[in-house]
């Protein structure tokens, strides 16, 4: 089934670890997307990518970092986590088109001590 | 700049009731509208595009450009319709491509 997955769903992790936020679709998108939400507060795109070896930074700044090797994955990796990184971190894919549709993956919650 | 908003952070309407969630935008041109939702434990999901002018759950959009607007309406409420609403704009990033502006959305509350 054609789908978008996010893993894990919760991470609960130490300051200045490196963690890895992994997304991956089967709906054979070509565009991917990462937005990061705060409790209450708005979507902000932190990354984008048209397609494999493609990788832009959304509005919002973040430290995060992207990579797109696969068409269907798209993994976001902080090198050293801190606690003003606590967030969900949304996925998303489309085909890219005018007015096309986003699908979202469930997200993941990070909460770093 | 351009700019969509949702003035209403929380909006509470009893069951039956009609609902208007309010989204305006300030900018020229043809804008490109959704309207997107997340329910309890659901993931975000498309609701409406102003460009298909489609009834989806009972909800509807009209783009209105004299008083550069979106609002979504239903004219009963149901206990179901509780949740995140977000009208985000599409706008062009370059390479063919588009990408969605997200505001703070409106929390709905249908009281029973």
């Known amino acids: 089934e054609a789908d978008i997955y996010q893993t894990p769903r919760y991470l609960v992790i130490g300051t200045g670890k490196k963690i890895t936020l992994e997304c991956s679709q089967t709906m054979g998108h070509d565009k991917m997307y990462w937005y990061q939400q705060d409790p209450g507060m708005e979507l902000h795109l932190i990354h984008y990518?048209?397609?494999?070896?493609?990788?832009e930074k959304g509005d919002l700044s973040s430290e995060s970092t992207v990579s797109r090797i696969r068409t269907e994955h798209f993994p976001l990796t902080l090198e050293s986590a801190r606690p003003s990184h606590t967030s969900q971190y949304l996925c998303?894919?489309?085909?890219?088109?005018?007015?096309?549709?986003?699908?979202f993956g469930p997200g993941t919650r990070l909460l770093v001590l | 700049a351009q700019r969509v908003t949702q003035p209403e952070k929380l909006l509470s309407v009893f069951k039956g009731a009609p609902v208007e969630l309010k989204c305006n935008y300030s900018y020229s041109g043809s804008p490109e509208l959704f309207w997107y939702v997340q329910y309890s434990r659901q993931r975000l999901q498309l609701l409406l595009r102003?460009?298909s002018r489609e009834s989806i759950k009972g909800f509807t959009a009209d783009l209105n450009k004299g008083e550069t607007s979106f609002h979504l309406k239903k004219p009963f409420a149901q206990e179901e319709d509780s949740a995140m609403y977000y009208c985000?704009?599409?706008?062009?990033?370059?390479?063919?491509?588009?990408?969605?502006?997200f505001g703070k959305g409106t929390k709905l509350s249908v009281i029973p």
């Open positions: 985000p704009r599409n706008a062009y990033s370059g390479a063919g491509s588009y990408q969605l502006t």
């Open positions: 102003h460009i």
């Open positions: 998303a894919s489309s085909k890219g088109q005018v007015q096309e549709t986003q699908y």
């Open positions: 990518s048209y397609g494999v070896n493609s990788t």
